[in-house]
């Protein structure tokens, strides 16, 4: 069965990958603040002041 | 730092909305006319292109890959902009994804109809057009990354990471899956065979779902929702343990899919233990998406879109849970091969991902085009057609398949089987499909309000990129900074880095070693078991183009209902020679694995021609095509050397020989049915209206000779050691 074997060894390749990145991102603080990122999100799409369309957010408030 | 002024690209995210509206709206129609050959099966009859067998595999691939596939990539490519402040890295790349996906989406619509397929289930494409899906794979991926480096939030967003283990996973899983050696432009075997070729099937059939229909509909949610319903998401921590856990878990869930199968007992029990486990993550999730309209009910009972997005993550509930159940010994016996698993996908795929895209759908494209939506009371209608059609849909189907689990089952006090013609069973639950083709019309009719209402919303407008402001983050340098370790910089420089020299190393790694492994792999384990004869070799390709697995099983499971049914159980050993695999998943029709010699030759050219000339009440659509045309069989030798590459011990003397042989088969098979008459059946009279025709160049020969090898080979020994 070198078909599970396979599949198991990619699919670890990944999993270890995945956690690399899981590793880096703490590191690096990604997860330090783990509330204002939703609130922040909500707010994005907010143009510039000085452009004379305001925000679709406002206009299409339902 | 100074503010930067930049432009979202909305164009991009404009032809990708538009496409998933396109798309979304074939697939449902494909998906009828599947749905209604169970209520008329004849009238697309005669037409090729249009058969069951065919469709059906149009229909999943343009379900998944061109309208949820499209929603997506819209969904992905408005929300990572905005949520990284910035344009996407390339408008050349993202304009490449975008038209080569379509290209792909085009491909797929030529080529399935015209039974150019790998048949093995969402991996049907061929070998060129897997090679092009690849490419703009990586197109997809590359942009992704290179733009979340160009990013001007430090923080990503937990949606990004969604994506970012779809464009991974998903690359991995499916060039693994693809691995073939090709014989022609439009024809290959897949590299793996029986079992192996289920294993890795299922293992990219299962992740599919995990990393298609799952993973960037999770991002879409997290983005959209608290979007839509104004609302931070319930809790940004839960959701990154959300996706954490996910990813980890999901990847490991594929062979309960195999269950009761030739695959060895450990891993089917790993199957089991982690698809149970997924239900944290994945219910962990549905709270997450449900609780973010906490106080906001009444917003919901006001806006039709949010309404819409509590269908949707109520049925990814719904199908998070059945899933695990499902994955149980004792339950997956029941729903394995009936219209149990059509509900569960459906719930998926109309509930969870096409309600989230087009719930999506009506909050984005009013926004790209700065304007308002044309009809808020017709999204309302939609949603009411749409959930309506969803339980009429689904809910018939979960009746049709425990009726005819029961009636499988059932033995008479003397142990004899109480249906043992498998028509019994189907007729018995025709009304349920006749109740699931209506509730499939109400979901399209539905789709077909959100074209006209989004048509009539953006009519005459243009799209403008959208203008925004943000500070570019403090630039790191790319060089090694002085005293800075070799790892530290390593990790720095990291993510693309990392992720382009690991995809490069594994498809470098998987072309040259899986192949050799794999040929060693596929030496026979009951010497009983001999490679297909050439007639036999066109005949089982004739099998794979016409798309038999979406009807028919090949894969008898060891219980006393099935063996009394079909005959003795699978084994492993008895698929050596099968590339691809035909399990199938569904039966429609009655398993075929063992129907070798059950049934005359005659019965078989009756039955192909037209079903219900020799079985009353049958609904298998006339396959007639098959009896009137002639095969081709010219590559027969190119076929066999391939097939010996892969593991078939065909000597050079046999492949020299075998055209002869193949006609010598053929003309056997034609002699047999001439004597029993063939010539005073109305399936002769109509298909060849009188002429003389050589019968053993027929299709139809090739198919008999491979129906009949099916499953003969072990009983056929067992027989010999009795006398």
């Known amino acids: 069965m070198v078909a599970l074997y396979l599949t198991i060894f990619v699919s670890l390749l990944l999993a270890v990958l995945f956690l690399i990145f899981f590793i880096h991102t703490v590191k690096s603080g990604q997860y330090d603040d783990a509330y204002s990122p939703s609130v922040r999100m909500l707010f994005e799409d907010d143009e510039p002041a000085e452009t004379e369309t305001a925000s679709p957010d406002e206009k299409n408030q339902t | ?723």
Request: net charge positive.
């Open chain 2, 1 to 723: 730092m100074e503010k930067e002024k930049f432009y979202y690209d909305d164009k991009v995210v404009k032809m990708f909305a538009w496409a998933t509206v396109v798309w979304g709206v074939t697939a449902f129609t494909i998906g009828l006319m599947v749905a209604y050959l169970y209520w008329f099966p004849h009238y697309m009859d005669g037409i090729s292109w249009l058969s069951y067998g065919r469709l059906r595999p149009l229909h999943t691939n343009s379900a998944i890959f061109a309208f949820v596939g499209n929603g997506i990539f819209a969904g992905a490519y408005y929300s990572t902009q905005r949520l990284l402040k910035t344009r996407m890295a390339s408008d050349l790349l993202s304009r490449l994804h975008f038209w080569g996906w379509q290209l792909v989406i085009l491909l797929a619509a030529i080529t399935l109809p015209l039974g150019i397929t790998q048949s093995k289930e969402y991996a049907e494409l061929e070998w060129p057009i897997d090679l092009l899906v690849a490419v703009v794979w990586v197109i997809f991926t590359v942009n992704l990354l290179w733009t979340i480096q160009k990013r001007r939030v430090r923080h990503i967003y937990v949606a990004i990471w969604f994506y970012i283990s779809t464009a991974v996973t998903i690359a991995m899983l499916y060039i693994f899956n693809n691995l073939s050696l090709p014989v022609s432009m439009w024809k290959s075997y897949s590299i793996y065979a029986g079992v192996e070729d289920a294993v890795v099937q299922w293992w990219y059939g299962h992740n599919a779902v995990a990393f298609f229909l799952t993973t960037p509909i999770l991002g879409l949610m997290y983005y959209f929702v608290p979007k839509a319903a104004q609302r931070p998401i319930y809790s940004y921590r839960l959701s990154i343990i959300h996706f954490w856990t996910l990813i980890f878990i999901y990847i490991w869930a594929g062979p309960h899919h195999l269950l009761y199968s030739p695959v060895p007992e450990w891993a089917q029990i790993l199957g089991t233990i982690f698809s149970f486990t997924l239900i944290f993550p994945s219910w962990g999730g549905m709270i997450n998406g449900l609780l973010t309209l906490r106080g906001a009910w009444d917003k919901v009972r006001e806006d039709p879109i949010l309404k819409m997005f509590v269908v949707a993550i109520t049925s990814y509930g719904m199908s998070t849970f059945e899933g695990p159940m499902l994955s149980f010994k004792s339950l997956n016996a029941i729903a394995h091969f009936t219209d149990w698993i059509v509900a569960h996908v459906h719930v998926g795929t109309l509930g969870w991902n096409g309600f989230i895209v087009m719930g999506m759908l009506y909050w984005m494209i009013p926004r790209l085009y700065k304007t308002k939506i044309y009809s808020v009371k017709l999204i309302n209608q939609h949603f009411w057609w749409g959930t309506i059609g969803l339980l009429l849909y689904v809910i018939p189907l979960y009746v049709a398949g425990w009726t005819q689990f029961l009636m499988w089952r059932q033995f008479n006090p003397d142990g004899s089987l109480k249906y043992p013609e498998f028509m019994d069973t189907v007729t018995e639950i025709l009304p349920m499909h006749y109740l699931r083709a209506i509730g499939g019309t109400l979901y399209l009719t539905g789709a077909l309000f959100m074209v006209y209402n989004l048509w009539k919303t953006v009519k005459g407008r243009k799209v403008e990129d959208t203008a925004a402001e943000a500070a570019p983050l403090e630039p790191v340098p790319a060089k090694r900074a002085k005293g800075e370790d070799f790892h530290n910089w390593l990790e720095r420089r990291g993510m693309l880095f990392t992720v382009l020299a690991f995809i490069a190393t594994a498809i470098g790694g998987a072309v040259e070693i899986i192949p050799t492994i794999f040929v060693d792999e596929n030496i026979p384990k009951i010497e009983a078991v001999k490679p297909y004869t050439p007639l036999e070799i066109v005949g089982r390709d004739i099998y794979v183009r016409e798309g038999c697995y979406v009807c028919h099983s090949q894969m008898i499971r060891p219980f006393r209902f099935e063996v009394e049914r079909y005959g003795e159980y699978s084994k492993a050993g008895e698929y050596v020679y099968d590339h691809p695999f035909q399990w199938g998943s569904k039966r429609t029709g009655p398993d075929l694995f063992r129907e070798g010699g059950k049934r005359p030759n005659l019965w078989h050219f009756s039955h192909i021609y037209e079903p219900e000339s020799v079985m009353d009440g049958s609904i298998m659509p006339n396959y007639q095509w098959i009896v009137k045309n002639d095969y081709d069989a010219s590559d027969i030798q190119t076929k066999m050397k391939a097939l010996r590459k892969l593991g078939a011990p065909y000597t050079d003397e046999e492949i020299a020989d075998a055209p002869r042989k193949l006609a010598e088969q053929a003309k056997a098979i034609a002699a047999d049915l001439e004597a029993n008459g063939v010539k005073k059946t109305p399936a002769y009279l109509e298909a060849y209206k009188g002429q003389e025709v050589d019968l053993s160049k027929k299709e139809v020969v090739a198919l008999i000779a491979y129906l009949q090898r099916l499953g003969t080979d072990t009983t056929k020994k067992k027989e010999t050691a009795q006398k």
